[in-house]
């Protein structure tokens, strides 16, 4: 029978290296802060009752970036090392028995399937542990693995403690290990803090299980992309890079045309659907869905937004807790923000701001108009400029509008207003009471024309 996995994330630390005054297990890649990924690996290989968080640094929001997924949390009070971690959830932990793999929270690259190589890899050997270990052309920061002739490991040895023969080895720990619970739990007291940083070092417990005649094996790597641990902010920039290139790469063998994906930033929640054209320079982010067949184009900024089929984004237009509904489109340089709905192909052009507005299928706002908590109805056409003024420096007000309302240049709507459906606004109206049904709306001063004003003027000035 296979021993029961559980897995520990070590997420207690602050991260003095990233010089920040939140915890670095918050920081985000790809979308998501470092722990969620970590979390979500961790999930992919035993229950939310097995997974377990060991929080200490800003313990209160690092267990609410991920309450969500039900895992279990274990108090570290001050961080005084990896080992240290582990121990403080050892009334827990050691009654799970089986094999405990340890993740380090700030690791976040790692994928389910090298997780369960490892896993499997324990599982099929009569070591007390395996761990992770890759070869970086420069692995300073990293503990350096040293083996033996047999090519099993002997040690790691922290930078800060290391020699100069010991620096020069470049195969590093991962910080992912699975161990066997029973020898972990009856070693890992015996580890002091007897190194330059007084910490207790997780990592000495492979010297200690040599020592005591177990073997430890490695589970090598040759893509070392996977074990990325996050330090500093260029390892933060570097983590969300390659997260960012594995979620583009990911759409674009579902069908997704991606133009310069270098240049195109997808957090790993959003999804896309086949045939949908990503252009240059596109942030798509938060917990989008875009349907099939449409075009984000260049420049533009998606968050959180829902896009149905064939929907067409003009350059340069952010669009923020949107719903835009099929054959719709919307820019260039247009700003809908939260709230609004775009009907089946309704038109919103450039340098047009919606907020908490509904425009009806097929109704169009081409030009220069703000509308705000504003209900429109199908087959409208919002002249250019039009503005809703909604605010009165002390309530918002809601401006309703019916089907087939033509509402000309320049109208401005003090809201509350209601114009029934099949009426006309004349450009340059300020309309402040309702419209009916069919009429024609003007609020306007009447044009006056003065017959040859301007002879008479010029011969009066004459000198
Ligand atoms: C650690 C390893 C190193 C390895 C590297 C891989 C140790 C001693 N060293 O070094 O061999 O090459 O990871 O990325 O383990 N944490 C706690 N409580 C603590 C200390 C840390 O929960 O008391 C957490 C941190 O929040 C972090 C993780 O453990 O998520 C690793 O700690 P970090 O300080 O980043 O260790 P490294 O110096 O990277
Ligand atoms: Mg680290």
Redesign the pocket.
């Known amino acids: 029978m296979q021993a029961p996995v559980h897995v520990v994330?070590?997420?207690?630390?602050?991260?003095t290296r990233m010089k920040s005054r939140r915890?670095?297990?918050l920081h985000e890649a790809g979308g998501l802060p470092?722990?969620e990924h970590v979390v979500r690996t961790a999930l992919a290989v035993a229950p939310p009752e097995r997974v377990f968080v060991?929080?200490?640094?800003q313990a209160e929001q690092v267990r609410a970036a991920v309450s969500r997924y039900s895992v279990g949390f274990i108090e570290?009070g001050e961080?005084?090392?990896?080992?240290?971690?582990l121990l403080v959830g050892r009334d827990r932990l050691e009654p799970l028995g089986g094999l405990l793999t340890v993740l380090?929270?700030?690791?976040p690259l790692l994928t389910p399937a090298t997780l369960l190589r490892l896993i499997a890899q324990q599982q099929a050997s009569d070591a007390a542990a395996t761990v992770i270990t890759t070869r970086l052309e420069d692995p300073s920061?990293?503990?350096r693995v040293i083996r033996d002739e047999q090519g099993g490991v002997l040690a790691?040895v922290?930078?800060k403690a290391a020699s100069p023969a010991e620096l020069a080895v470049n195969e590093?720990?991962?910080?992912i290990y699975c161990f066997r619970s029973d020898l972990l739990w009856r070693y890992l007291p015996e580890i002091r803090p007897d190194n330059p940083a007084g910490?207790?070092?997780?990592?000495d417990i492979v010297g200690i299980l040599r020592r005591e005649g177990h073997k430890v094996q490695a589970l090598f790597l040759e893509d070392s992309t996977e074990?990325l641990?996050?330090?500093t902010r260029v390892d933060l920039a570097r983590a969300d890079a390659l997260l960012r290139a594995r979620k583009t790469q990911e759409l674009m063998l579902e069908g997704v045309t991606i133009r310069q994906p270098e240049t195109v930033t997808v957090d790993c929640d959003v999804r896309v659907g086949a045939d949908t054209v990503i252009e240059p320079f596109v942030q798509i982010l938060g917990r989008s869905v875009i349907g099939r067949d449409c075009r984000i184009g260049t420049g533009s900024i998606l968050r959180d937004v829902e896009l149905g089929e064939r929907v067409d984004v003009r350059p340069y237009t952010l669009i923020e807790e949107a719903r835009l509904e099929d054959d719709s489109r919307a820019g260039p340089f247009a700003r809908i923000r939260p709230a609004t709905h775009l009907g089946a192909g309704a038109h919103v052009g450039n340098f047009v701001e919606l907020k908490n507005t509904r425009l009806g299928a097929r109704s169009k706002a081409n030009h220069l108009a703000y509308l705000g908590d504003a209900e429109i109805g199908a087959d409208c056409n919002i002249g250019a400029g039009t503005i809703t003024c909604n605010y009165d420096g002390e309530r918002k007000h809601p401006t309703r509008i019916g089907n087939r309302v033509f509402v000309g240049s320049n109208a401005t709507l003090v809201a509350p207003i209601e114009l029934a459906d099949d009426c006309y606004v004349g450009a340059g109206s300020v309309i402040t009471e309702p419209v009916p049904s069919e009429a024609l709306a003007l609020g306007r001063a009447r044009q006056v024309i003065k017959e040859g004003w301007v002879r008479k003027r010029r011969e009066a000035t004459k000198p």
């Open positions: 994330i070590l997420a207690a630390g602050l991260g915890a670095k297990v470092l722990v060991v929080v200490g640094c570290q961080p005084k090392g990896t080992a240290h971690a380090y929270g700030d690791c920061g990293y503990g790691i922290e930078q590093i720990n991962s910080g910490e207790y070092y997780l990592t074990v641990g996050v330090n």
